[in-house]
């Protein structure tokens, strides 16, 4: 019965790095192009740190847009090998590191089960070690990767939402103009019954700009914030909503 419980508790873990999106347009033409550039300049280049872990970022970006669990499963593989070489020629690149997280988390995600939770510790350690190393990296990457983590996991298997709602709430100081530290924020407060805490965040998803962020991701994140505005009980969310019209919330 433990085994069941944690297994199906696991599955809502790991959706959070099986979610991919369809190739819009050219992008995934453009990816193998970046990717075939990278790689010509890894030739001249072999021990070069950076187009390793430029490697690794794009064959992360290339496995989101896969449609064939396979073809997906592979790139994030060698999203982790380039992420591990430039490690091994320059251990505190936080940006290898980030990316090596990120793909210990999509190979959980692809693999599943009791299996892809095997991974929740490599990725505590490499986020870790990207708030080590340098904690704006990829506004503020390091606490959102372990925030949402820590959100997802089971309580028995590390799930921890003070943890979580502290790293978030640490992503948004850093980085308040990404709108996915709000989204995940806002989240965190839901699954805490913080509603008022919930709703701002929801609003400033909703409401604010991001004008430095792709126009394609914000509208996503716009429309996941307004289904998250519903997981507000009525009552509250009325009264969230008169208040904010009279200036006496915000």
Known sequence: MIKLFLSLSISVFLFLFTHSRPA?????????????RLQSSLAGRPHDPDLLWELARNYYNLGNLETDK????????????YSKKSLAIKENSAQAHFWLGLCYGKEAGVEGGLSGLSFADKIKNEMTRVIELDPNYSSAGGHRAL?????????????????AQRHLEEAVRIAPDFSTNHLYLAEVYLQRKNYDLAYKEIETVMNRPFDSMDPATIAEEKKKAKSLLMDIPTPIRKKLATAKAENKFF
């Open 147 to 163: 925030g949402k983590l820590f959100s997802r996991l089971p309580r028995i298997a590390g799930g921890d939402t003070d943890q």
């Open 24 to 36: 819009l347009g050219g992008e995934w033409e453009a990816r193998q192009q970046e990717i075939q």
């Open 70 to 81: 396979e073809k997906g499963l592979d790139a994030y593989r060698k999203c982790r090998d």
